[in-house]
């Protein structure tokens, strides 16, 4: 049996027999190619992990030409009969653009390739090119592609355009109590609500006569003050009015759209329960009568939450269409060959 020294003795020579086999073996050239092989592979992956994963991609181009600009300016002037101002110029430019971004974005979600009247409208238009107009709507549709009608229709690019802005914004509005009632907050002084009185009115039309008219409203205004007429009845002794001699709670705005703007704007701030005037209007004169004045007040918001709500999601569409074409701008590049709008986008 082998001694505790024999035994240490052997488990060393192993050792170093290992050692010496493992030297040798580092040392063959393969084993140095694998080795620098694998350096560079790490190397070259924590280059490409450390630097750009892609390159950057192509911004295509929107040129808004000279000329292009020309044809805005006139298209303008015809009308409106004005000569556009430069913040009227660039209006023009940044709704060309803006049109410009949308049928781009329609086009390459090919929404003119499944909406029925952009067909009808080419089949048509092939149907008046065709020499043989007889064909079949599919083969006259596929013709009309090929030949690029679809491509400068002026009514077929609005098309798309609006159905490319109602697609934008198309998803459903929810809004919270909170925010809804933020909203309303921010925005209350727009939901005041005016004055308004109920109140009747005796006419006088001044068609034949004016002076004549006038003189009839001053002398009955006297008797009616004097012996205290009531309303329902004084009403009777004027001349029929086509719109009727009673008013209920209506504001200014609610008057003059039926007496003109001056009415609507004395009306409202007239002692109620006597006779005034005589009140001109269009049709003549009015000697007025108010029953009741209601203040104007600040609604709550249930009083007035469809309008709110309404309102609401107006703006948060809004909102959505305008993120919307800042999504599409970034994809552009683009360039407006006029020197007063390029100077006006660098500053």
Do not use: C
């Not at 050792?15 to 560079?40: D, E, I, Y």
């Not at 068609?207 to 009839?216: F, G, L, N, P």
């Amino acid at each position: 049996m082998p001694s505790g020294l024999e035994r240490g003795g052997s488990r060393a020579h192993r050792s170093v027999g290992a050692l010496a086999l493992t030297m040798r073996w580092l040392r063959r050239p393969l084993v140095h190619f694998l080795a620098s092989g694998a350096v560079m592979f790490a190397a070259q992956q924590w280059l490409l992990s450390s630097g750009p994963s892609q390159p950057p991609p192509i911004r295509r181009a929107i040129v808004i030409t000279a000329a292009q600009v020309e044809e805005l300016r006139e298209e303008f002037t015809q009308r409106t009969g004005l000569v556009p101002t430069a913040d009227d110029e660039a209006a023009l430019i940044d709704t060309a653009i803006q049109e410009e971004l949308l049928y781009r974005e329609a086009l390459a979600r090919g929404l003119d390739r499944n909406d029925r009247s952009v067909q009808y409208r080419l089949i048509e238009k092939m149907r008046a090119v065709s020499s043989v107009p007889n064909l079949d709507p599919a083969t006259l549709y596929r013709q009309a592609l090929e030949l690029g009608l679809d491509r400068d229709d002026a009514i077929l690019r609005r098309m798309l355009v609006e159905k490319m802005r109602l697609l934008s914004s198309a998803a459903e509005v929810v809004a919270s109590e909170s925010e809804l009632q933020q909203f309303f907050d921010a925005r209350r002084e727009g939901y005041r609500q005016p004055v308004r009185v109920s109140l009747r009115h005796v006419f006088f039309s001044a068609q034949q006569d004016r002076v004549a008219a006038e003189r009839r409203a001053v002398e009955l205004l006297d008797v009616l003050q004097r012996q205290h007429v009531a309303a329902e009845v004084a009403v009777g002794r004027g001349d029929p009015f086509p719109l009727g001699h009673r008013f209920a709670a209506s504001s200014a705005q609610d008057l003059a759209r039926s007496f003109g703007p001056d009415f609507g704007r004395m009306a409202t701030s007239l002692p109620p329960g006597t006779w005034t005037g005589p009140i001109t209007s269009p049709y003549g004169l009015h000697l007025v009568w108010v029953d009741t004045i209601e203040p104007a007040r600040l609604p709550p918001l249930d009083a007035v939450r469809g309008q709110v709500l309404e309102a609401y999601r107006t703006e948060q569409r809004q909102m959505r269409f305008q993120e919307f074409l800042r999504h599409l701008r970034a994809q552009y590049e683009i360039r407006v060959e006029v020197e007063a709008y390029a100077r006006r986008g660098s500053a």
